[in-house]
């Protein structure tokens, strides 16, 4: 005999699940202020060839293996290799050697590909480039298209010598290129060069980059005129994109690529600062390497422009390979992890302050959280983390109690028992829709009494409910998710922050798919998931009280969390996890509220995903009119998410 549910008859019918709700106006929780925040690691060519405003590919040829990756040769007489026999610095040892034939005329160089493609916009370039090889006269740097098209030309004259690197800098506008594969090239006249070679190194080009757009957590000077944006600076499309989710934190620098394949090649924090030039870059631990141009110092900057907490994730002795260093072996880690936050927090008497200040920050910087490692009850890290964890914990502590420090794992078995009072518990979560319908309650019942907050330190819907592998994110997993994210917020008293992940993908270059949003060299290709529009949606109509709510229907299909602001403001979110609409009606205990109140609504078909270039689902909103005696009523489409926002 099969059962029929209620729910089901209804959508047999095709009649909508209604829903009353009754909020009261008092009473509730105080919610985290830090509740929707971001992940971010290099993956996916996030970072290199993403968020960070540098589009030369290879440019210090960093790195395991490097090739000639992204280079090509122009004119003809020309060969390109990368050489070893004149480093620019002890961190940049490899360069691109550009031999001319004997004979050869006309302008010749190389060009680089950029990552698969230099975004061409019409924008201010600023080019930089260091130089070896007798040379007197003019180079010229050029952006252009596989059509030949130039977008953009600048010559510049140097004169350069065999015995030591010359460095030069230039910038140029450009005009808008609607190709994709567009180049960069650089040229010079061969007939000055031939049967000799240059040598060339660090290519860069950044079009003008991101600064802050709103209030900063603390003053702060824009270290270049503010319509120029920050040198070594972020994206400004990418970033500002970005933005619009207000996310109030920013867990960094990893994620896996933290961990290092071996404890030698873990992200170090000392060779992430200073002169671009002065930084080796490293392999990734997503299969590519890093420039670490986007350093310690950059990401300070990016959570300072961008109003959000920095969550410094520092190495635990954990690397990807199950190379674990612990007991007394930690020591020298330990204390590297203390060079870093005397770097980032000492005032300028103190070795690591005075070092930052040589490179231009003389203000400590703002922080207050730190993980420890990152999953390490994963490769067979969980019988050594709570003496790891306890080692770092106490060196912290003793030095910076007003640290919150996030322990990278929640399960119980990896961790010191008891927990230090204060520390927080990560956990993550990859799994399908349903999965996420079913952990709505994961926090009700969480211990409230030891003040051990939790940082959901990653989450995504990242498979089908068949287990197929979701590629790009669909209404029905960004629905789950915002199941489950209702579930964080009516326990954000002890949800402290949570973030979705991974951030960000270059398309074209994606080892983990699916992501937040996504850019590749095409013009107008960032695209917004639906999940990017569930986290705008969440975060960005945030209360500071969690309010209790009376219901006529339990929970499911049909979610709901609501909140007000201190201001007097009142939301409530709802996630509609069914194949049937539901008519929703929010009453408010309280009087005095406005007639129209505000509704933002995403919705679409159960699998209907956002495409680069072909996006179809993004928030609408609407006005509904009602009052807080008889309510608000208005429909959620199926798998739809909706935010209801008052004012009284
Ligand atoms: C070679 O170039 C370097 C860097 O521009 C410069 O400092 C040096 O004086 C030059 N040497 C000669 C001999 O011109
Ligand atoms: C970075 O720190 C490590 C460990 O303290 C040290 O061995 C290394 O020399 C430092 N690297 C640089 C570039 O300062
Ligand atoms: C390790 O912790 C992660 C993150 O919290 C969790 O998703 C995973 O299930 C745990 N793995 C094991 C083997 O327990
Ligand atoms: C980039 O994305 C666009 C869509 O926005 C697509 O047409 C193009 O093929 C993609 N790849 C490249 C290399 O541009
Ligand atoms: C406030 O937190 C308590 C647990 O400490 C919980 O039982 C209660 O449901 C919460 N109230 C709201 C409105 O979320
Ligand atoms: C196009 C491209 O660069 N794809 C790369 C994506 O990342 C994987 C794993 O890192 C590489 O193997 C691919 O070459």
Redesign the pocket.
């Known amino acids: 005999m099969v059962r029929v549910s209620a729910a089901l008859i209804c959508s047999l019918f095709g009649a909508a699940n209604a829903v009353t709700l009754t909020v009261s106006t008092t009473g509730g929780n105080a919610s985290s202020p830090l509740l929707y925040g971001i992940m971010f690691e290099d993956i996916n060519n996030s970072g290199d060839g993403g968020i960070h405003g540098q589009l030369l590919r290879n440019n210090g040829f960093q790195g395991n293996s490097p090739d000639l990756t992204a280079y090509s040769s122009v004119g003809s007489g020309v060969t390109l290799s990368v050489d070893t026999a004149n480093p620019l610095s002890t961190a940049i040892t490899r360069s691109l050697k550009v031999t001319v034939a004997s004979g050869t005329t006309g302008q010749v160089g190389f060009a680089n590909a950029g990552y698969l493609g230099v975004p061409v916009n019409a924008d201010t370039y600023a080019n930089y480039f260091w130089v070896k090889g007798t040379y007197s006269g003019a180079v010229t740097l050029s952006l252009y298209g596989p059509s030949g098209t130039v977008y953009a030309t600048k010559t510049i004259t140097i004169n350069s010598n065999s015995s030591a690197w010359s460095y030069y800098e230039t910038t140029y506008t450009s005009t808008q290129s609607y190709e994709s594969n567009n180049a960069w090239k650089l040229t010079f006249d061969a007939s000055k060069v031939a049967g000799s070679a240059l040598y060339f190194d660090l290519v860069q080009l950044f079009p003008v980059t991101y600064h802050q757009r709103y209030a900063p957590l603390n003053t702060h000077t824009i270290d270049v005129a503010a319509n120029w944006g920050r040198y070594n600076g972020l994206r400004n499309d990418v970033a500002t994109y970005l933005e619009q989710i207000k996310p109030s934190f920013l867990r960094f620098p990893g994620g896996n690529n933290l961990e290092g394949a071996t404890p030698a090649t873990r992200w170090k924090w000392n060779e992430t600062i200073g002169p671009v030039h002065m930084r080796p870059g490293r392999q990734g631990d997503w299969g590519y390497p890093n420039t670490d141009a986007l350093g310690l110092m950059e990401y300070m900057q990016w959570c300072i422009d961008m109003s959000m907490e920095p969550l410094l994730a520092v190495w635990s002795g954990l690397s990807l390979g199950g190379g674990i260093i612990s007991g007394t072996a930690l020591t020298p880690y330990v204390n590297d992890i203390l060079n870093e936050l005397e770097f980032l927090l000492g005032a300028t008497t103190t070795t690591y302050g005075a070092l930052r200040a040589t490179y231009g920050r003389t203000d400590p910087y703002s922080l207050t959280y730190i993980e420890v490692g990152n999953?390490d009850?994963?490769s067979s890290g969980?019988a050594t983390y709570a003496s790891r964890f306890t080692a770092i914990y106490n060196a912290v502590h003793a030095k910076y109690p007003d640290l919150v420090i996030v322990a990278s794992?929640?399960?119980a078995s990896c961790l010191p028992s008891p927990l230090p009072t204060g520390v927080y518990t990560?956990?993550?979560?990859?799994s399908s829709p349903d999965q996420f319908v079913g952990m709505f309650n994961e926090w009700d019942n969480y211990p409230r009494s030891n003040g051990n907050g939790v940082l959901v330190g990653?989450y995504a819907s990242t498979t089908g409910n068949d287990g197929s592998a979701t590629y790009w994110s669909n209404m029905q997993g960004s629905c789950g998710e915002a199941v489950y994210m209702i579930g964080m917020e009516r326990n954000s008293d002890v949800v402290k922050m949570a973030s979705f992940a991974p951030l960000f993908e270059h398309y074209d270059m994606a080892e983990w798919s699916p992501d937040l949003f996504g850019v590749n060299s095409t013009v107008g290709s960032i695209t917004g998931s639906t999940s990017f529009w569930v986290q705008y949606m969440f975060s960005t109509h945030r209360g500071t009280t969690i309010l209790p709510v009376t219901s006529d229907t339990n929970f499911g299909p049909v979610y709901w969390v609501a909140s007000s602001q201190s201001g007097g403001t009142y939301y409530a979110k709802l996630a509609n996890y069914g194949s049937a609409a539901a008519s929703v009606t929010v009453k408010f205990s309280g009087t005095g509220f406005s007639t129209a109140a505000q509704l933002t609504l995403l919705s679409g078909p159960q699998l209907t995903a956002n495409y680069p270039g072909i996006v179809s689902i993004t928030p609408q909103t609407s006005t509904v009119t009602g009052s807080s005696s008889a309510g608000y009523t208005f429909s959620i489409p199926a798998w739809g998410v909706a935010v209801l926002a008052v004012t009284a």
């Open positions: 999953e009850n994963l969980c794992t929640s399960q990560d956990t993550h979560h990859y990653e």
